[in-house]
């Protein structure tokens, strides 16, 4: 059939659906991977800068909480196994060897209120104007076999910046995170091979986003990572306090 003869034979109608159907292609909404988003991307889609008030991490980076001298014997066997290796390893050694004995630690399973560390999940935030998704390396949330409200963010078990830079990822999944919550605040943090920063992201207005990095802790420095274990367990007392508020 030539095209004249389609022309012929085409109803108005189904000459309305095809119209229809280009104006969905034309317009589709930008579907953005986690794991592949940089800054460009993420200011394509939001607006979003950083703020350079390092006082809004007081609360958190002062939480006043004993260590007792079994968790420190227990983070210096972490640096004594470690330290001469750590910036030889491939992400699934840092993982192993560092980071996810910290963070079972930590422990952020907790039946009583209801929530857990999740790994390698999906999570997907979607708008009338783009979508976030993506498999994420790390997420505290409630719920226990499904996670279903995410409070605190990990991205990234990177050996350094010459990979991908794991801050707009981050970044993209805590706006995800504060949206799907309805937030105004959400913490996380991303590594960098022994360097662990914390982020504060602050929802200003719809698709408007201001964020807070802190300075580096070393996970290979006793004091830095004694404090990199204390800014976890900040996170977990207030995950608790937040799943309280909500029971009343």
Known sequence: MSIKEFLNEITLEELEELREEKLKLLNRVPTLSFSKIDFSNL??????????????????????????????????AIIDDNRYLIDSYKEEDLKVKVITPILNRVKFLDFKNGFRDFYEEKLTYQTDRFTLTGTTDFFVSKGLEFAQKPFFFIQEFKRSLKGDDPRPQLLAELIAGVELNNWKTIRGAYIIGESWSFVILNRVDKDSYKYYVSRTFSSTNIEDLKLIYKNLLFVKNEIIEIIEREKN
């Open 43 to 76: 200011l394509d889609i939001v607006k979003i800068s950083r703020d350079f008030d390092d006082t809004i991490f007081s609360e958190w980076f002062n939480f006043s909480k004993d260590i007792s001298q079994n968790e420190i014997d227990f983070l210096q």
